[in-house]
C-alpha cells in the first residue's frame, strides 16, 4: 500500500455494497452515507477507548493532581495565605492544561477514521453531478456527510450502552469517576 488510492481500494468494498441495497440512487447515497458513517463512529470510538485504556493511569493522576491542587488553593485562601494560594492555584492550572490536552487527544483518537471516510466519499463521489442541495445547487459529497456523519455518532452516543463490549468501557469510566468524586470527599 503505497497511497491513499490503495487505501481508498481496499476500502471501497468494505463500503461501496452498502450504496448499491437500494435502486434509488438518491435513497442509497443517503444509506451508504449513514453506513460509513456508522462505520467511521465505531471505529473512532474503539481507537479512543484504547487510547484512554492505555493512557488511564496518566489521564487519572493528572485529574488527581488538578484536584488536589485545586482543594489545596482554596485551602490556602481559606487561611488568607496569598502566596500559597498563588503557588497552589498555577500547579492547578498547570494540571488542569495536561488533563485538557489528554481530552483533546482522546477526542482525535475519535474522529480520525472520518478523514478516511471523506477521502473515500471524494474519490468515489466527488466528480458526481447529481448531488444537489435544495437552495445552494450542486454540492460535493461532504456536503451531506458530514451532518448525517453527527446525527450518527449523536445517536450511538445514546445507544452504545446497550452493547456489551461498551457496557465494560463505560463501567470502568464510571468507577474511575467514582474514586475521582471519592478522593474529593476524603480531602473535603
Known amino acids: 500500500m503505497n497511497s491513499f488510492a490503495d487505501l481508498n481500494a481496499v476500502l471501497d468494498p468494505v463500503f461501496i455494497w452498502a450504496f448499491r441495497l437500494v435502486r434509488d440512487p438518491q435513497a442509497g447515497f443517503f444509506l451508504g452515507c449513514a453506513y460509513v458513517a456508522l462505520c467511521a463512529v465505531i471505529v473512532g470510538d474503539v481507537a479512543m477507548s484504547l487510547a484512554y485504556r492505555i493512557n488511564r493511569k496518566a489521564f487519572l493522576a493528572h485529574q488527581r493532581e488538578m484536584l488536589r491542587h485545586n482543594d489545596m488553593s482554596f485551602q490556602a485562601l481559606a487561611c488568607k495565605d496569598k502566596e500559597a494560594f498563588k503557588a497552589c492555584n498555577t500547579l492547578a492550572n498547570d494540571a488542569f492544561g ?12 475519535s474522529i480520525w ?16 453531478d447529481d448531488l444537489i442541495a435544495p437552495f445552494i445547487g450542486q454540492v460535493r459529497p461532504e456536503f451531506w456527510f458530514i451532518p448525517i456523519y453527527i446525527i450518527v455518532r449523536v445517536a450511538f452516543s445514546k445507544i452504545k450502552h ?15 469517576e467514582d474514586s475521582l468524586r471519592m478522593r474529593g470527599v476524603e480531602t473535603a
Open 162 to 176: 446497550g452493547v456489551p463490549l461498551y457496557r465494560r468501557i463505560h463501567a470502568t469510566a464510571l468507577a474511575d
Open 98 to 109: 495536561r488533563n485538557f490536552f489528554l481530552g483533546a487527544t482522546l477526542f482525535c483518537a
Open 113 to 128: 477514521p472520518v478523514a478516511l471516510a471523506l477521502g473515500w466519499l471524494d474519490q468515489r463521489f466527488g466528480r458526481v
